[in-house]
């Protein structure tokens, strides 16, 4: 069975950082891609980033320039590192992982781990 592990949330001031990682295990060689999602109460789902297998690496608009995804391939572990974060940033994020590069643009995914509450406040 698939294990996503994530860690590294927290509460934080806007204009704060926080580091986020998500360690794979058990991850067939298909998978192609491995990112993060969010989800704020009352909102829908949202991509945040996330890198393919030939390391092309896709953020959304809302966290561009912001927020740098990397990935430790011989630890099969995947960082976000956030940067001058914002109140509308607090959510639930999760690492997930999608078999196809188009899959995860359709907002899916095949495994996902349990989430990291990220908290933007004073």
């Known amino acids: 069975q698939v294990q996503l592990v994530e860690s590294g949330g927290g509460l934080v001031e806007p204009g704060g950082s926080l580091r986020l990682s998500c360690t794979a295990s058990?991850?067939?060689?298909?998978?192609?891609?491995i990112g993060w999602f969010r989800q704020a109460p009352g909102k829908e789902r949202e991509r945040v980033s996330c890198?393919?297998?030939?390391?092309?690496?896709h953020y959304e608009d809302s966290v561009k320039g912001r927020f740098t995804l990397s990935m430790n391939t011989a630890t099969k572990t995947a960082y976000l590192d956030m940067k001058n974060l914002k109140p509308e940033d607090t959510g639930l994020y999760y690492c997930a992982t999608a078999q196809y590069f188009d899959k995860w643009l359709l907002g899916e995914y095949d495994y996902r781990g349990q989430g990291t509450q990220v908290t933007v406040s004073t």
């Open positions: 890198i393919t297998v030939d390391d092309y690496i």
């Open positions: 058990r991850l067939p060689s298909e998978y192609w891609v």
